[in-house]
C-alpha cells in the first residue's frame, strides 16, 4: 500500500518562500509528482522527480530524497495566486498508480 | 481549446437514480483515467483505460461502470447512485501507462447526491 504524508494547511505573506515536505511509505517507487490545485479547479502539473536531486523551475522547486522517502516542494516570492493545494502523488512500482496525499493547502497573506 | 472536458460540471440528483458523466480528450493521448476527490480532498484513482482497454480497476462498487467507446473518450455511469456517491469526479489523460507520464485533467464534475 502507500502512505503519503503531507501537512494540512500553511500560512505565508506575500514575497516569502514556503516549504511544503511530503514523506512517504510505498511498495515500490517510480517518481514523485507536484500538482497545484487551486480551489473549485482541476489539479495541474508542477513538477516530476524520480532521481534524487533538487529540480528547479522558475519560482517553484523541488527535491527528492528516495532514500529517505522524502520530497518537498519550494515556493519563492510568493504572490496572492499561490494560494491553493499543493498534491504530493507518488508513482507505485508494481502497479503504475498515481497515489495522492491529501493536499496543502497554502494561504498567501498580504 | 480545451484539452480534457467533461460534462456535465455539476449533477444534482435523488439517491437510487442512474447518471452518466462523460469526458473527452484531445491530446491524442492512449490513456484516461476516472478519479474520485472526496469532501477530504483526498483524489483516489478509479479506472484507467488505455486504448480502450480497462488496465486500472480498482476497488470500486460495481455501481461504477466505465466504458470507452474509442481512445479519446471515457464516459462513467453510476447505477443506484448513494448519498456516499457525492463528491467530484475527475477525468485525466497522459501518453502512456507508466505511470510517469504527466497526467491532465478534466475541470471535475461536482455530483451531489440527495
Known amino acids: 500500500g502507500q502512505n503519503i504524508d503531507q501537512p494540512t494547511e500553511m500560512t505565508a505573506t506575500e514575497g516569502a518562500i514556503v516549504q511544503i515536505n511530503c514523506t512517504y511509505q510505498?511498495?515500490?517507487?517510480?517518481?514523485l509528482f507536484w500538482y497545484q490545485q487551486h480551489a473549485g479547479e482541476a489539479p495541474t502539473f508542477l513538477s516530476y522527480n524520480v532521481l534524487d536531486g533538487l529540480e528547479e523551475k522558475g519560482r517553484f522547486s523541488s527535491f527528492l530524497s528516495r532514500s529517505k522517502g522524502y520530497s518537498y516542494l519550494l515556493l519563492k516570492e510568493l504572490q496572492m495566486k499561490d494560494s491553493a493545494s499543493y498534491l504530493c502523488?507518488?508513482?507505485?512500482?508494481?502497479?503504475?498508480?498515481?497515489?495522492f496525499g491529501a493536499g496543502t493547502t497554502v494561504t498567501v497573506r498580504a | 481549446d480545451t484539452a480534457v472536458s467533461q460534462t456535465p460540471k455539476y449533477l444534482v440528483t435523488q439517491m437510487g437514480n442512474d447518471k452518466s458523466i462523460k469526458c473527452e480528450q484531445n491530446l491524442g493521448h492512449d490513456t484516461m483515467y476516472w478519479y474520485k476527490q472526496d469532501s477530504k480532498k483526498f483524489l483516489k484513482i478509479m479506472f484507467s483505460?488505455?486504448?480502450?482497454?480497462?488496465?486500472i480497476n480498482e476497488t470500486v462498487p460495481n455501481r461504477f461502470s466505465p466504458k470507452s467507446p474509442d481512445k479519446a473518450h471515457l464516459n462513467l455511469h453510476i447505477n443506484s447512485l448513494e448519498l456516499g456517491d457525492s463528491a467530484v469526479y475527475f477525468c485525466?489523460?497522459?501518453?502512456?501507462?507508466?505511470?510517469?507520464?504527466?497526467?491532465?485533467f478534466g475541470p471535475g464534475t461536482r455530483l451531489l447526491v440527495l
Open positions: 510505498t511498495s515500490g517507487f517510480n517518481g
Open positions: 483505460y488505455n486504448n480502450k482497454e480497462l488496465i
Open positions: 502523488a507518488v508513482v507505485g512500482a508494481n502497479d503504475y498508480k498515481l497515489s
Open positions: 485525466a489523460s497522459s501518453q502512456g501507462t507508466s505511470g510517469e507520464e504527466t497526467q491532465y
